[in-house]
Nanobody
Framework: QVQLVESGGGSVQAGGSLRLSCAASGITFSIYSMGWYRQAPGKQRELVAR???????TYADSVKGRFTFSRGYSKNIMYLQMNNLKPEDTAVYYCNLARIGPSNDFWGQGTQVTVSS
């Protein structure tokens, strides 16, 4: 089974930076997407960044120019570099791996990001 473990969350002041990491294991298929989602209290989970089949990442409008999705030398590691953080970025961030073809999503436990003004 696929296991996803996030790390790198924390509390920072507005304008600061954080780098989230997600290590995936147990992947037995070749075609999948990897990405990051976030969920703030009282709000629905939203897409932050995602790369389908290793292609160019797409980003939510709210984070364009500030966040960068990347993959490590190991293709089973993904990162989210978050610069110029804003209070509205405060949320629990989840890494996601989705198998393409058979729709099957795998989620990490989430990591809290808190941005103070």
């Amino acid at each position: 089974q696929v296991q996803l473990v996030e790390s790198g969350g924390g509390s920072v002041q507005a304008g600061g930076s954080l780098r989230l990491s997600c290590a995936a294991s147990g992947i037995t298929f070749s075609i999948y997407s990897m990405g990051w989602y976030r969920q703030a209290p009282g709000k629905q989970r939203e897409l932050v960044a995602r790369s389908y089949s290793g292609g160019t990442p797409t980003y939510a409008d709210s984070v364009k120019g500030r966040f960068t999705f990347s993959r490590g030398y190991s293709k089973n590691i993904m990162y989210l570099q978050m610069n110029n953080l804003k209070p509205e970025d405060t949320a629990v961030y989840y890494c996601n791996l989705a198998r393409i073809g058979p729709s099957n999503d795998f989620w990490g436990q989430g990591t809290q990001v808190t941005v103070s003004s």
